[in-house]
């Protein structure tokens, strides 16, 4: 039997255009401006200066406290550090001028058995590759992630996208559902989660489908499949409509 929150309302969906596009990767830019702040917290401190050159993936911030590292972008130099226009106000950033040669760097790479690492290593790397939640505060994750053993029975991952018009996690599940899937399960693993759940909303048929050949088999991650409505994808309503608190 499927849990449902009180309410909810089904505004028109308009995600038609959107859903045909697909994931692409865009053109890097001849300048690049990185902020310094891109978390809430303290805000990252320089690690190169001008002049530098700098590779894709190198470390070029990073501070104290509740603070992520910052990379770069592109390949390049650094020809200026100084304070941008932020959606913050104004903030500290590095600016690079792109070589176009996206020379990586080599500390930066897959790690090729998650099975095999710890729920410390797990924060470890998701926090030296500066990933942060894509809410408004952008918590940074492995702070989130943070818990002591026996907190948590319940991971729920929210691909419920109930908002008109939008629909980047419905193109991301088809895209890259085992990746998905494979992030899930180590976030899942990181806090010591008893239970992992995906929940997707039932209008998005063919994310649903891929997701189900991914998971065919395998007992360490349930697919919740809910009802389309407005708000689903809000924390209270979809604990309650997962987990019935």
């Not at 492995?142 to 018009?165: F, M, R, S, T």
């Not at 995906?198 to 697919?223: F, P, S, T, Y």
Request: glycine residues 10%; hydrophobic residues 40%.
């Amino acid at each position: 039997m499927r849990r449902l929150f009180w309410g909810g309302v089904h505004p028109p969906e308009a995600k038609e255009m959107a859903s045909a596009a697909q994931v692409t990767v865009l053109p890097a830019p001849a300048q690049v401006v990185v902020p310094l702040s891109q978390h809430i917290g303290a805000p990252a401190q320089p690690l190169v200066a001008v002049g530098n050159q700098v590779k894709m993936g190198q470390k070029i911030g990073d501070g104290e406290g509740l603070c992520v590292p910052v990379h770069a972008p592109v390949s390049g130099r650094v020809i200026a550090i100084e304070d941008r226009p932020h959606p913050g106000g104004v903030r500290r950033a590095v600016v690079i001028e792109n070589d176009f040669q996206d020379t990586a760097e080599t500390a930066l790479t897959p790690h090729p058995d998650g099975e095999e690492l710890s729920p410390e290593e797990i924060r470890s790397i998701v926090r030296e590759a500066g990933i942060t939640g894509m809410g408004g505060a952008a918590f940074p994750t492995a702070v989130k992630a943070q818990v002591e053993p026996g907190q948590v029975d319940l991971l729920i991952v929210n691909a419920c996208e109930c908002e008109p018009y939008i629909t980047a996690d419905d193109a991301l599940l088809r895209a890259h559902p085992g990746r998905v899937i494979d992030g899930a399960r180590l976030l899942g693993t990181a806090v010591g989660a008893r239970q992992v759940v995906l929940a997707v909303e039932d209008n998005k048929r063919e994310a649903i489908a891929l997701l189900e050949q991914e998971l065919a088999g395998r007992q360490d991650l349930e697919l919740r499949v809910l009802p389309t409505r407005y708000p689903q994808g809000a924390e209270k309503q979809l604990i309650q409509a997962v987990a019935g608190r």
